[in-house]
């Protein structure tokens, strides 16, 4: 921790050690203040060039944009320059180290024998106390048990925290016996973690208990159902498709899921405010797979992953055309409820009724709930998608949006206006620009321009992207949307940037997907997955995987997708929204 190098206690024979203060690391100031160079024994993955810091000509707070990082093919190392994989380690001296180790030891045994000893002697003279009646193994309390600074020669370490009475900030938890190697394991949970404190239960008649008792399962219960899609869907490395494509959740537990997570939406802006570092995600569509590649890939949003030092951002198009829209969308909610403060979501042009009862979200919940529960949840979900705030700000400096700026919008203001719930009908131009517009072909056509995608639908140049920043003093506009073979294409200049997370797009474009990670100096690194190759089987082999292709497959002829960036758009498309 900073210069200070400890070594974490433990559990001995029913007792929770506490921390060990080992010895100052005078080599961590020098490495933390150092630029990295290149990197000693790891042959070739990146050279000083590539490690260079910017160049002086960049003011500070500017946004700079990486390097790509892509994963190794056959394994789950990556060339990774991302801040937060910025520092290397370096060859550190631990003769100090090891030597006050042995020191601290000896002198903390030695005090505790002496308290110990003192302890009996002070109990042998002393009258029996309530204490006494418990047994030989019950804890003396007194200011030598608690604070070992009083007694002699004892170790006092240099954190004025370990003086006096105080709570330790971690809890032993055994696991319940599971069989095998990680049977009866045990672990320390840091007490912040334990949600039910301060939940107390308390019976009073056989009427009231029965009450209280019912409103505490309601609330386990409701509080369990984020739990219970986290436990079964976040999987980075473990996840499989369902067998029979079966859901995790019924009716009612998808209900209680959008509840909690609605009444969290309601509270926040149009317009979120987000600080850095920050993960931003593209467009999903439903490809859950991708998702929990670039979470295995790249980090994942749990407690034993990076949900604790950096946020999520996720920038919309959640469902329709990929064949698990389900477990993609009670994923991303299940995660604002359980870390509201952390996962950010905002709204894409498919979360509105008219488009997802096309592209195939309506079509999965019926066919994996049943008509009658498969619509009600279509509706339910489709109720939430209408309070999704629109767009987010990061340090202010970088304004994330699904589609673009269109026609119509020239300042920030004009979307935090925009109130919720919203539905397409309802809303404006402002609207329908945020959601819909893209930018031109390249930097050299500028202005404004019809839009393939549909009438009063246009794209906008890089005249205009320059110009929307200068008004609203931003360096950066981040937006999903359209399919882009690299996962991220730069606009205007660099001050633009698409992304998209899913790969090889309905099955068609072989695309790669991204995601951004910004850090706290404001450098934005594309890291990147390319498509898995096809699986090699048969349908009489795996009749799951088949029927989840050909469901697919036949949605996407009728409905062909937007054609990545840069391609001609197909006349009479059904995926537009003229044809819509």
Known sequence: MGDLVFIYGGLREGVLLDDLLVAEDSAAPETFSSYPGTIPGRSGYMDGQARSPPSGDISDGAVVMGI???????GHASIDISTENAFFQRQRSLARGEETLVEASAAEAEAISKTLAKAREGNADAEPSPDQDRGADSVHSGDEMFNPGKSPGAVIPNDPLL??????????????????????LV??????????????????????????????????????????????????RGWKPPVRRQFILDC????????SAERIFAREPSVLQIKAPVKIFGDLHG??????R???????????????????????????????????????LALKVEHPYNVHLIR?????????????????CIERLGEKEGIWVWQRINQLFNWLPLAALIEKKIICMHGGIGRSINHVEQIENLQRPITMETGSVVLMDLLWSDPTENDSVEGLRPNARGPGLVTFGPDRVMEFCKNNDLQLIIRAHECVMDGFERFAQGHLITLFSATNYCGTANNAGAILVLGRDLVVVPKLIHPLPPAIASAEA???GHMEDTWMQELNVQRPPTPTRGRPQASNDRGSLAWI
Not at 252 to 259: N, Y
């Open 68 to 74: 790509p990082v892509v994963p190794f093919v056959n």
């Open 163 to 184: 003086t006096g009475v105080r709570l330790h900030h971690r809890a032993v938890v055994v696991a319940a016996e599971t069989g095998g190697a990680l049977g009866g």
């Open 187 to 236: 672990r320390q949970l840091s007490i912040d973690q334990f949600e039910n404190e301060g939940r107390r239960v308390s019976y009073g008649t056989p009427e009231s208990a029965v009450a209280a008792r019912k409103l505490l399962d309601r609330q386990m219960s409701i509080n369990s159902i984020p739990k219970k899609v986290l436990a079964y869907l976040l999987k980075p």
């Open 252 to 259: 009612s537990e998808i209900a209680e899921l959008c509840e």
């Open 287 to 292: 490809q859950f797979g991708d998702l929990m």
């Open 294 to 332: 670039l979470f295995d890939e790249y980090g994942a949003p749990s407690t034993a992953g990076d949900i604790s030092y950096i946020d999520y951002l996720f920038l919309g198009d959640y469902v329709d055309r990929g064949q698990h829209s389900l477990e993609t969308i009670a994923l991303l």
């Open 348 to 364: 894409g042009n498919h979360e509105a009724a008219d488009i997802n009862a096309l592209f195939g979200f309506r079509i999965e």
């Open 542 to 544: 795996s009749p799951e």
